[in-house]
């Protein structure tokens, strides 16, 4: 197993857009590493959020690299916006109903680092086409669509299952995990074989964003 910086990216979805930029500089200054944006089109998930226009206005705000998960059902009509807006890596789903592995390879094409998602009842194996042109793939510990929902446990199985086929086919691509991770559980989610947690809720709706950042990284670096 290749030891990787564990990384933080706060998922702005939860912070408050009337104070965005406070909120982004509050979690910059504790210690994030990405920030993650939550793109959904209604369609794909029953919610919606936004476009590429707040990625263009993060870069506006921060030099932290930004992620992007594209819960939409025509991600490939998106992905040069979204780089060219300035995100760095993007996560479009396995389920969805396109080519997965024509849409990562855009990706590429394109510049940017691909990632992939899988909902938390979709197998570890429908990676294995694709372990040759990911960065990164994210496995959902809630079901996708809303922040605030509660850690799913069986995700921990999911974990240390792409963990072992990361590590035996290709250990450079980090694991991402999205969805209930709070303070309390992340050493757990950690030891499990993650190295990449997006944190919503547990971040931006804290008394105290930049101190809940800190503790997050405090516990991080000590795994």
């Not at 933080?8 to 104070?19: D, E, G, Q, T, V």
């Not at 993650?36 to 690299?65: C, E, R, Y």
């Not at 594209?70 to 396995?94: C, N, S, W």
């Amino acid at each position: 197993m290749i030891h990787m910086k564990p990384l933080l990216a706060p998922s702005i979805l939860s912070a408050n857009f009337a104070h965005l930029e406070e909120d982004v500089k509050a979690a910059e200054k504790g210690g994030a590493d990405y920030f993650h944006l939550d793109i959904m089109d209604a369609h794909f998930v029953p919610n919606i959020s936004f476009g590429p226009w707040v990625a263009k206005t993060m870069k506006q705000i921060t030099d932290i690299p930004l992620d992007a998960h594209l819960m939409i059902t025509k991600p490939r009509e998106y992905i040069p916006r979204f780089l060219d807006a300035g995100v760095e890596l993007l996560y479009p789903h396995i389920e969805g109903d396109y080519d997965i592995y024509r849409t990562v390879q855009m990706i590429k094409d394109h510049g940017g680092k691909a990632g992939v998602t899988l909902n938390p009842a979709t197998p570890i194996s429908s990676v294995i086409p694709l372990l040759d042109i990911l960065d990164r793939i994210m496995l959902m510990s809630v079901c996708p669509g809303f922040g605030g929902q509660k850690f799913i446990p069986a995700v921990m199985t999911k974990i240390t299952e792409l963990r072992k086929l990361l590590d035996e086919n290709k250990p450079s691509v980090r694991i991402a995990i999205d969805g209930g991770v709070n303070i309390d559980n992340i050493s757990e989610i950690r030891s499990a074989g993650a190295d990449f947690f997006i944190a919503g809720s547990a971040v931006f709706k804290s008394d105290n964003i930049e101190e809940t950042v800190r503790k997050f990284r405090d516990i991080l670096n000590k795994t």
